[in-house]
């Protein structure tokens, strides 16, 4: 079994970090976990907005890390911060943010912003972003320059490697014991739009070369050109595979130096319009349709993710299913910051994610409206507070149960509709939402008690992990969860044999406080806005 660690803060655990191994994504069977000294750990992160990247601006993100009750602080480092003059490095400020992170008790993920950044330059330093000479920018197809970079060019790629494993050598120097820093992203939000691609005479001369013959096997293609094998979506195919050897490149040097786990994000590609055209989605970034191009390309990358920014439920989940995947590890690597988004750690969770990491979570006075909330405080951190609530005393219980075991999860409908949940051969469930906490709503069916107040709003989920053949562990807010008896017990009646609330104490140990029955078992197990957590053990009756 593994052992379980408290999580940093006190003298015994910062020992233990010393003999700790490097984080790592490690996969068992189609399942992912993040090591964190040496056991499972979720990520429940609250990423900073983008220039909250200075000494003088964290003591505005710190209250808002904490009110969000995250684990994790996800920062930028832009290379125009860390490289002002061309082989001059300044790395005052990850010297800064991993001393207060400590003090702070969260771990770190920290965002490369070096040659994308939302597909655009604008976080290279100047010496770079204003010398298009030895830096190209990415021809689009009416023969106008872009305001992207281009992935073709030797002399950008090592310029970006360079500053890159300068940042990776330091952080070995600083953080090699500890571990504060646990997963890096390399670039931010890659691929280009209004153009395919490059169309550049370099690009055009490239295109007209072989496809790699690993990625024609992985395709199941036939040899030829990009062209030949790819038709209308070689421009869109080759971009992706240039610019992921470029960032695996680029990954691969900081590796050989101090191999964190890494990752790219992804701008999406509309999951439900698969018809959309390249540039009007970022082309060539890690969307859902060259998913298998990064993998061949990008061996270095340890998983891609989605940014989602589509708050209904429909689209969100769609994306989920699309980066979840037995070669790809689900992490949500940023989400929108309404209050809507807070439920979909419950399905990121029943997809086995690692880590969840909603975007602009601090007091610096910026709010991304309309994309989120229009204005920004404690009030629209507390939702996102309240679910990390549930699982902050899970972040070692909940990724090791994920990782050996199976769990379970969902998030509430935009239409409130209920969801089964199949745990087996011996039990199901039932997940509704929307309920009183007593009565069944076939005795209203009319409605007339109304809705539990703010229930419009869709804001529930459940999470569900197998303790043992009938024991369940519950977390869930703002739903009911009525389990019953599967196929294999179909004869038979389900009974609640015993349904304990607890929690989880830093060593890992289930701890007791009551038992739930009579009303508050009667009707299924009736979680409100109130973050807790369950133990159930089934059992069944002759009838
Ligand atoms: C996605 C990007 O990755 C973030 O850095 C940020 O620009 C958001 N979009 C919008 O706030």
Redesign the pocket.
């Known amino acids: 079994m593994l052992a379980l660690t408290v999580s940093a803060g006190n003298s015994v655990a910062k020992q233990a970090h010393a003999a700790a191994p490097i984080p790592q994504l490690v996969q068992k069977n189609g399942k992912f976990a993040l090591m964190v000294d040496g056991a499972p750990f979720l990520i429940l992160g609250g990423q900073a907005n983008?220039s909250s990247n200075y000494p003088a601006a964290l003591d505005k993100v710190w209250p808002a890390i904490k009110d969000m009750n995250a684990n994790t602080l996800v920062m930028p480092v832009a290379w125009e911060q860390v490289e002002p003059t061309e082989g001059h490095f300044d790395f005052s400020f990850v010297d800064t943010l991993i001393k207060q992170a400590r003090a702070h008790n969260v771990r770190l993920g920290i965002l490369w912003f070096g040659t994308w950044?939302?597909t655009g330059p604008s976080y290279t330093p100047s010496w770079v972003k204003t010398d298009n000479k030895r830096f190209p920018r990415l021809t689009n197809k009416d023969g106008s320059t872009s305001y992207s970079l281009s992935p073709l060019y030797d002399a950008t790629r090592e310029a970006d490697k360079k500053a890159y494993v300068e940042l990776v050598k330091h952080l070995k120097a600083i953080d090699g014991q500890q571990h504060t820093v646990i997963i890096l992203q390399v670039e931010?939000?890659t691929g280009v739009y209004g153009a395919a691609r490059d169309y550049s005479a370099k690009a055009d001369g490239l295109m007209n070369q072989p496809v790699p013959d690993a990625l024609v096997k992985k395709l199941g293609k036939q040899p030829g050109n990009w062209h030949q094998v790819f038709g209308d979506d070689a421009d869109e195919f080759f971009h992706a595979w240039s610019i992921a050897r470029y960032c695996d490149d680029i990954a691969a040097a900081g590796k050989a130096v101090y191999p964190l786990p890494t990752y790219m994000?992804d701008?999406l590609k509309d999951p439900l319009n698969p018809k959309s055209t390249p540039g009007s989605y970022a082309s060539g970034g890690p969307t859902y349709n060259v998913l298998d191009i990064y993998k061949v390309a990008a061996p270095h990358i340890d998983l891609l993710a989605p940014?989602l920014?589509t708050p209904t439920s429909q689209s969100y989940e769609a994306s989920l299913a699309f980066y979840a995947r037995s070669d790809n590890a689900l992490y949500v690597a940023?989400s929108g910051n309404k209050p809507v988004y807070a439920r979909y750690i419950f399905s990121t969770l029943g997809r086995q994610g690692i880590g969840f990491d909603p975007?602009?979570f601090d007091y610096s006075g910026y709010s991304?409206y309309p994309?989120?909330e229009k204005t920004w405080g404690p009030d629209q951190v507390k939702p996102f507070g309240t679910v990390y609530a549930l699982f902050r005393p899970l972040e070692r219980v909940w990724p090791k149960l994920s990782y050996e075991g199976q769990v379970w999860g969902v998030s509430e409908p935009d239409d409130h509709s209920g969801q089964d949940l199949d745990l087996g051969p011996q039990w199901k469930a039932r997940v509704t939402y929307r309920q009183w906490q007593f009565g069944m709503p076939e005795w209203d069916p009319e409605h007339k008690n109304g809705y539990p107040e703010g229930s419009e709003v869709p804001s529930g989920g459940v999470a569900v992990a197998k303790l043992s053949d009938n024991e369940f562990l519950v977390a869930g807010i703002n739903a009911r969860i009525s389990f019953d008896a599967g196929p294999a017990n179909k004869d038979k009646g389900m009974l609640l044999d015993r349904v304990e609330e607890g929690h989880y104490d830093k060593a890992g140990n289930w701890v007791f406080e009551r038992v739930w029955n009579g009303d508050e078992t009667d009707y299924g197990l009736n979680l409100t806005n109130t973050p807790r957590l369950l133990k159930v053990r089934l059992s069944t009756y002759t009838k």
């Open positions: 983008n950044k939302n931010n939000e994000n701008a940014d920014y940023e975007f602009g991304n994309l989120g």
